[in-house]
């Protein structure tokens, strides 16, 4: 499978302020999503990454609040925006293969003060 | 709504047991269900599947899928402390083949020597 890095791999932060969160693989690939997953919760995800074009973002997830790039087939970031304590999350992005089989990054983990 | 149970929520044994970990689902539009082991931030890929009845074996891990009556079992053998983590399972369910995946709560499974 491709091999998928994410920095940083944590971050404590101050509210009011924006973090971004890189996310590369090693190989290209069709889809990137972007998931949180918030302390004694399982994932959720936030959106698909679309090379060049907007991220698609599902219910509860706005743009401004979570902007997303996707440049080419390889890299994507995710920015957290105005960041609060609710905000304290692991955040990781994820691969969708050829196979189907979905693969995931080690993760961010964020804390906001 | 679509949605992934998984159960128990929380398993307790102890070396060399044999346990089996439960997820059903409710989905639109079944594709794949995905079984994922996280011990710290990152989910790992352990199996995917599509089919009815096939088993998928992985060393001390097998799982199967039964769509006639929506569920999956992940089975681990003989188990060690190293296995001690939170199993995910996961439905992508999505219609248009977005790949979006449900997650369930997860099991957290504790091994004690």
């Known amino acids: 499978s491709a091999v998928i890095s994410q920095k940083p791999s944590r971050d404590i932060c101050q509210r009011g302020t924006s973090l971004t969160i890189q996310c590369q693989v090693d190989?290209?690939?069709?889809?990137m999503f972007w998931y949180r997953q918030q302390p004694g919760q399982s994932l959720t995800l936030i959106a698909t990454?679309?090379?060049?074009?907007?991220?698609?973002?599902e219910s509860g997830f706005v743009i401004d609040k979570f902007p997303i790039s996707r440049p080419n087939l390889t890299f994507s970031t995710l920015t957290v925006s105005n960041m609060s304590p609710e905000d304290s999350s692991i955040y990781l992005c994820?691969?969708?293969?050829?196979?189907?089989?979905?693969?995931f990054g080690p993760g961010t983990r964020l804390t906001v003060t | 709504e679509d949605k992934v149970v998984q159960s128990p929520l929380s398993l307790v044994v102890h070396e060399g047991d044999t346990v089996t970990l439960n997820c059903s689902y409710e989905?639109?539009?079944?594709?794949?269900l995905l079984w994922y082991k996280q011990e710290k931030k990152a989910p790992t890929f352990l199996f995917m599947l599509?089919?009815?009845?096939i088993e998928k074996k992985s060393g001390r891990l097998s799982s199967i899928l039964d769509k006639k009556e929506l569920f999956s079992i992940l089975n681990i053998t003989a188990t060690q402390t190293g296995d001690s983590a939170i199993y995910l399972c996961?439905?992508?369910?999505?219609?248009?083949?977005?790949?979006?995946?449900?997650f369930g709560q997860g099991t957290t499974l504790q091994v004690k020597p």
């Open positions: 989905v639109t539009n079944f594709r794949s």
């Open positions: 599509t089919s009815s009845g």
């Open positions: 190989s290209q690939v069709t889809m």
């Open positions: 990454a679309n090379q060049g074009s907007e991220a698609t973002y």
């Open positions: 996961a439905v992508d369910g999505s219609s248009g083949n977005t790949g979006k995946l449900i």
């Open positions: 994820s691969i969708r293969q050829a196979s189907y089989e979905q693969y």
